[in-house]
Each structure stands twice: as C-alpha cells, then as structure tokens.
C-alpha cells in the first residue's frame, strides 16, 4: 500500500512538474510573440509610472517606468515572472529596448504638456547593461524625441552592478560622463561592498523595500535604514526609500532623513493617462 501511495505521489509530482513546465513554455511562446509584435496595431505591453515624491517638499521630482504585459491568454502577468523568462531567453534585450524608446516617448509628451519637470527612471536589467548598443540606444531615444540626458535615471539592481565589476564600471562611467543619472535599485539586499559602491558614478541609492515593510517593528530594519542612509549620505547620494505604504513609515524614514519616498502611500504605479491627470493635479494644488 505504502509503495504505490509513493508512486501515485511520484506520478502526481510529475504531471504537476510537467504542467508548470508546460505552462512556463507556453508564457515563453506566448512571450515571443508579443515581443515580435504579431498582432499589428496591437501591443500587449504598456508602461506604468509610480511617481517618487521628495521628502522635505511633498513635491513629486520623478516617475518610475514600470512595465506591464496583457496577454490575452494569461491576462496581467506580473513582471516578477515574465521578466524572469524575458532574461533567460535573451528577449529582455528588445523588451528593454521599447521600454527606453517608450519611456522617452511618453517623457515627451509630458514635456509637451507643461509637466516635464520630473525624471523618468527606466529600469535596465544586466543583460542590457552588458549589451554594447546600450549607450547608442539611449543617445539615440534622447536625440529622437529632443530630451536631454538629465531627464532620465537609470535603475540597475545591487546584483546585477556587482556582476563583472570592471565592465559595469566602464559602462556605468560612460552613462555618467554623457550626464545620465544612476540609481542602485533594491539595495541592501546584494552584500556589495562599500569599497566597491565608492568607485561607482551613482547618484542615488533605493532602498529595498523589504526593509521598509517593518521599519518600525523590527529593530533589526530599522537598523539597516539607519546604517544605509547615513552611509548613503556620508558618500554624496541621494537616499530614496521603495514601498513606503503608511504615514508611520513615512515619518520614520523622514526622521532618518532619507530624501525620497515612493510607494503606494502617495500611488500605486499608474497608466500614462492617469499619471498626466496626477501631475496636473499636483500642479494645482502646490502653485
Ligand atoms: P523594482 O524596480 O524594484 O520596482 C518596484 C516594485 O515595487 C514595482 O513592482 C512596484 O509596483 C512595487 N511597489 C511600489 N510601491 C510599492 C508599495 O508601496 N508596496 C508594494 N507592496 N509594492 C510596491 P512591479 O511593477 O511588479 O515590478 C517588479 C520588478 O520588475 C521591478 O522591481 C523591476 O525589478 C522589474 N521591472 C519592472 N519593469 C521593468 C522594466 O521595464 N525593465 C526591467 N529590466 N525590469 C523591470
Ligand atoms: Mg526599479
Ligand atoms: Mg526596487
Ligand atoms: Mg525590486
């Protein structure tokens, strides 16, 4: 009896491997073909934009570029997952591309309509970083649509700069020498070394939000932010906390001093549409 329980628990184990393989395939096709553009007139990725507001002002100085994918199979699928699969299978680099080209489209329209004092931050995955058309892409959007590089930011992950640390640093002092800002996204969570971090060309740091969750609960969280945000500052950078959800969490990170606050406290990452009503908003209530 014992024996075949274990085989029908094998079996069972199986075709359950094999339908989540089989359904990653199919996300993968299906990946493939959004990114080719098979439906013409139709694209299943849009950008969101979660505003970033400063500290001291309440003022909102920057928009992160989020991506997001419809499929008409899937439906809404997380950008945890599909670009997950969009950097194992190398489509991240054409992905990445529409994002840069997107977002500075979009950057212009909102300078078209009076609401261009705000940086738009693309986040830039290490396959992309590593690519060597990066830089002539990103001159090339900004020419395109007549911005100047202060206009955006670039976000890479603490990982993904750690990797191959005498390419990213060459990449990221070229980024850095045409006027372009860097932030390092989700830190805190990489180990990277401050030895390391003071050699790059970076701007700012994003606290990773896993950090911010039980900032005040947790001493030992509430002791990183401290750490990090003096240690950002001691070496010139802006501070900029990820997940901020509560007025608690806001005045914590306030107290500490942390320059900017993003989360949905303020907004969840908006559609373009959305985002041009939000800024105008703004406008009105802080003239
Ligand atoms: P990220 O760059 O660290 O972006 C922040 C994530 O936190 C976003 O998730 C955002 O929606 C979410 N978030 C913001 N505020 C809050 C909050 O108060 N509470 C909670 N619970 N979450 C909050 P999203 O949009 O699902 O994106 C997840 C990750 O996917 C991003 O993390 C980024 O690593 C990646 N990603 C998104 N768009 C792109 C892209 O265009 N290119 C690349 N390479 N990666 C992207
Ligand atoms: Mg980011
Ligand atoms: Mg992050
Ligand atoms: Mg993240």
Not at 75 to 102: H, K, N, Q, Y
Not at 161 to 169: C, I
């Amino acid at each position: 009896h014992a024996k075949n329980a274990g085989r029908n628990n094998h079996q069972f184990y199986t075709a359950r491997m094999n339908e989540a393989a089989g359904e990653r395939l199919q996300m993968e096709n299906e990946l493939r073909q959004a990114v080719s553009g098979i439906t013409p007139g139709h694209c299943e990725f849009s950008l969101h934009f979660q505003p970033q507001i400063q500290t001291a002002t309440g003022k909102v100085i920057g928009l992160e570029a989020l991506l997001r994918w419809d499929n008409p199979t899937f439906g809404r699928v997380s950008p945890m997952r599909f670009i997950a699969i969009a950097e194992e299978t190398g489509l991240i680099l054409p992905l990445g591309d529409w994002v840069i080209w997107e977002t500075c489209r979009l950057t212009r329209s909102l300078k078209d309509q009076g609401l261009g004092d705000v940086r738009v931050a693309i986040n830039i995955s290490a396959q992309q970083l590593r690519h060597d058309n990066l830089l002539l892409l990103i001159r090339g959007a900004l020419a395109c649509y007549d911005l100047s590089p202060q206009d955006i930011e670039l976000e890479v992950t603490e990982s993904t700069a750690m990797q191959n640390p005498e390419v990213t640093l060459s990449i990221l002092d070229q980024l850095a020498a045409m006027g372009i800002m860097l932030a390092i996204d989700d830190f805190g969570t990489g180990y990277s070394s401050l030895a390391y971090l003071k050699h790059l060309p970076i701007n700012r740091l994003k606290l990773d939000r896993s950090f911010v969750t039980d900032i005040e609960t947790d001493a030992n969280d509430a002791a990183i932010c401290t750490a990090t945000i003096a240690l950002g500052h001691s070496l010139g950078l802006e501070l900029v906390a990820e997940g901020v959800e509560t007025e608690e969490q806001r005045d914590f990170l306030a107290r500490l001093g942390c320059d900017v606050l993003q989360g949905y406290l303020y907004s969840k990452p908006m559609p373009f549409a959305d985002v041009v009503a939000y800024l105008q908003a703004q406008r009105i209530a802080t003239e």
